[in-house]
């Protein structure tokens, strides 16, 4: 027998992947490389289903978070593929990431120097980035501390080898934040400027998002590292309509890649006078005809969204009624005359003329697009469609 199909599952487009690297790289141009960042899941797409499309329309270069992800990539593009680690590592994945050319974010001195004994025991060179500290408080090197760290860089130059100077901005999605970033930026051009005044600059400068790509052209250098926009997603709503009035057009120029879909697992009429579901959340003024969907919190379907969602059915937008539970939602389908169990039920995309954006699912549930979609459990199974 076949496994059982679960109650739900996510479809990534193929299509759309290939329309949004293809806009991506007109934006950056061909001077500057195209990282693509895979980590939380790939925004939720399924790291496998992500990269296998990715690398399909050419992209060659990844960034995850931790090392963990990055040998999910490795096995996805059996090998083939460039995978920067941009945050977490333990001691004990250096062995591996070294001896497979993995290259990674340096933000800690202690670290380099057991990078430097892993790769001595391994017999080939590291290849890391330094991060620069410039204002966003998070993980990178103090300006000060640069050059004794070149030093021991250039003392170790068999184990360990400077591939690139980076550095992340604390919000360049949003203007409140533009004096923050305007002066990082400066912070780091002035380290870049040094490297370069004394011969030092690595092969790779970088430290842009989707946001400082679009936004910030001369933060591009000569790498990028975008991950919501390959999703579809600008990454704010003011991002956007900026982006729009600055180009006179209102076309969307991206797509969404993922979509969430379930099934109609029940129905059932219930009479004027009676509760839905768990408490008292929900009161039948009417009688009411409702479908259960065996998606629930459990899922990734948030509660918040208790008598608040929407989903699709026979390409009508239908509303969440009561509490959303672990394992199952409940919507009310009174206008629909013809709704079977079996019928598709779509939590995110289209359906006929009707869209759920996932935009407007996380406006209710206060959620950024980044959250909600990285929330999507893993074990949802993600199927590639054109
Ligand atoms: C997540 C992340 C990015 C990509 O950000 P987007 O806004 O999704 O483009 C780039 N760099 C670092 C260090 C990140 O953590």
Redesign the pocket.
């Known amino acids: 027998m076949d496994k059982p199909a679960p109650p739900a599952h996510i479809e990534i487009s193929r299509s759309a992947v290939k329309h949004n690297l293809e806009f991506l790289k007109k934006m950056i141009g061909e001077e500057v490389l195209f990282t693509s960042?895979v980590?939380?899941n790939a925004?939720g797409h399924g790291i496998e289903e992500y990269c296998s499309l990715a690398l399909e329309a050419g992209v060659k270069n990844f960034?995850t978070?931790s090392a963990d992800e990055a040998f999910r990539v490795w096995e996805a593009t059996e090998g083939k593929a460039k995978i920067i680690v941009?945050?977490y590592k333990s001691i004990e994945a250096l062995e591996w990431m070294i001896a497979n050319g993995i290259e990674f974010?340096v933000f800690e001195e202690g670290f380099l120097k057991e990078a430097k004994k892993v790769a001595e025991s391994v017999g080939k060179t590291a290849e890391i980035h330094l991060?620069i500290e410039t204002g966003m408080n998070r993980t990178g090197i103090e300006v000060e501390r640069l050059d004794p760290i070149l030093e021991y860089i250039n003392q170790h130059a068999d184990q360990l080898h400077l591939a690139g100077i980076?550095t992340?901005f604390a919000g360049?999605?949003s203007i409140s934040n533009y004096y923050r970033v305007q002066k990082q930026h400066k912070v780091f051009y002035g380290v870049v400027k040094h490297l370069k005044s004394i011969q030092k600059l690595p092969p790779k400068v970088h430290a842009?998002?989707?946001?400082a790509?679009l936004r910030l052209p001369k933060s591009r250098y000569n790498m990028v590292?975008?991950?919501?926009?390959?999703y579809g997603f600008f990454?704010s709503n003011e991002s956007w309509v900026e982006y729009a009035s600055k180009e006179n057009n209102m076309e969307f120029p991206l797509k969404r890649v993922i979509s969430w879909k379930s099934k109609v697992m029940s129905i059932k009429e219930v009479q004027t006078g009676e509760f839905i579901g768990y408490g008292t959340s929900y009161f039948a003024n009417s009688p009411t005809k409702i479908a259960i969907v065996p998606v629930g919190y459990g899922l990734g379907f948030d509660r918040d969204l208790s008598n608040q969602g929407k989903v699709l059915i026979g390409g009508q937008r239908v509303n969440v009624i009561g509490i959303v539970n672990m394992n199952a939602l409940t919507v009310d389908i009174s206008g629909l005359d013809d709704v079977k169990v079996g019928d598709e039920v779509v939590l995110i995309g289209k359906q006929g003329e009707s869209e759920i954006s996932v935009a407007s699912f996380s406006d209710i549930s206060k959620l950024v697009n980044?959250e909600l979609l990285t929330r999507l459990p893993s074990e949802i199974p993600r199927l590639i469609v054109d």
């Open positions: 960042v980590k939380g925004y960034c978070y941009m945050g974010f991060e980076c992340h360049a999605e842009a998002c989707s946001a790509s590292r975008i991950g919501i926009m390959q990454p980044y």
